[in-house]
């Protein structure tokens, strides 16, 4: 998996190299990474700590063979020189194995959520 994240209101943009993550799956119905979303907030709470990035937007893209996933960082990276100035982040962050019970706990906090997505009431 690697990271990208910008800030709309900047003409800087953060990338990641390649990093293997232990013990990560990927649902076998969706085809998506389990956890993805915790992945991204992880380079968030990192950009803002370590760059001074306020509020940038995160994805994360992974895939199985590290050959594909070198292939679509470049494809990304050259998409976006164009508008951004790229940093690589690489040497500072380090993607965390994903913990289940983490993102339990942080959901129960906010409310918990019916199947809609909408708060249920208690």
Not at 9 to 37: E, H
């Amino acid at each position: 998996m690697f990271g990208f994240a910008t800030s709309f209101v900047d003409s800087l943009a953060y990338i990641t190299d390649v990093q293997y993550i232990d013990s990560s799956f990927i649902d076998t119905k969706t085809k998506f990474l389990v956890g993805r979303n915790m992945y991204s907030l992880q380079l968030q709470e990192f950009l803002a700590k370590n760059e001074g990035c306020t509020h940038p937007v995160t994805a994360v893209f992974f895939g199985k063979k590290k050959e594909k996933m070198e292939k679509k960082m470049l494809s990304v990276r050259r998409r976006f020189e164009r508008d951004f100035k790229i940093k690589n982040v690489s040497c500072n962050f380090r993607a965390e194995k994903y913990n289940e019970e983490e993102t339990i706990q942080s959901s129960e906090a906010g409310g918990a959520k019916s199947k809609s997505g909408k708060k249920s009431k208690k």
